[in-house]
């Protein structure tokens, strides 16, 4: 099935550091979502982003909707152990609207 | 406000032998409805999603079925499990491009 390319696929990182991970397709999406996943648990939204060129913040993390809609960011601020997961980016497809379509995932683990 | 429920849990099954994992969503009308599944430490892989009752699409030709026989209320089936269906199955709702809320995922052993 139709996924959309997530970069990196993993990061080990101290706490305290910054995190970027983002998430490109061939075609245009019209909304892009940021989702977290804990072990054995279903993924947790973390931001939406409806417009082109949106930047929104939810605390420590910062996303951006791409000019071209066809790529996405999301920005972690000062890592925390808790921040630990996979982040899966996820999109509504702009020929198929109602079909969502999930990233590969980026695993993140951080050291204290 | 809008709840997602999916059971069961965890669920062990013999290959041939049938499934049936249901989830239904309160709070909101005419959601979209999607089951995804996850096999370990990998991407969500879109199985179907239904924008309607009885309106499905299928997205990967293979062992499973869907039906929506009522507007929050999505089940999805086999009549015989193979080895390889197990994983980690979620149901998801939304409204047409908007935010999609996850169930808690249902753990699924062929044995």
């Known amino acids: 099935g139709q996924q959309l390319n997530q970069s990196p696929q993993s990061m080990f990182i101290q706490e305290g550091e910054d995190v970027s991970m983002n998430c490109t397709s061939s075609?245009?999406?019209?909304?892009w979502l940021w989702y977290k996943q804990d072990p054995g648990e279903g993924p947790v939204l973390l931001i939406a982003?409806?417009?082109?060129?949106e930047l929104t913040s939810n605390g420590r993390l910062t996303a951006q909707f791409g000019i071209t809609r066809k790529d996405s960011f999301l920005n972690i601020s000062a890592s925390i152990p808790s921040d630990v997961g996979i982040y899966f980016c996820?999109?509504?497809?702009?020929?198929?609207?109602?079909?969502?379509?999930f990233g590969t995932g980026t695993l993140l683990a951080v050291q204290p | 406000s809008q709840t997602i429920h999916q059971w069961p849990a965890t669920l062990v099954q013999p290959v041939g032998s049938p499934l049936s994992l249901e989830c239904t969503v309160e709070?909101?009308?005419?959601?979209?409805l999607y089951w995804y599944r996850q096999a370990a430490g990998r991407g969500l892989q879109l199985l179907f999603y239904s924008v309607g009752i009885g309106q499905i699409s299928s997205e990967v030709p293979q062992n499973l079925s869907a039906s929506r026989p009522q507007d929050r209320q999505f089940i999805l089936s086999s009549k015989k499990l193979l080895l390889s269906d197990s994983g980690f199955y979620l149901c998801?709702?939304?409204?047409?491009?908007?935010?999609?809320?996850f169930g808690q995922g249902t753990r699924l052993t062929v044995v």
């Open positions: 075609s245009i999406f019209n909304t």
């Open positions: 996820a999109g509504f497809h702009g020929g198929a609207t109602n079909k969502l379509i």
């Open positions: 998801a709702w939304s409204h047409t491009q908007e935010r999609a809320f």
């Open positions: 982003l409806y417009k082109a060129g």
């Open positions: 709070g909101t009308s005419n959601p979209n």
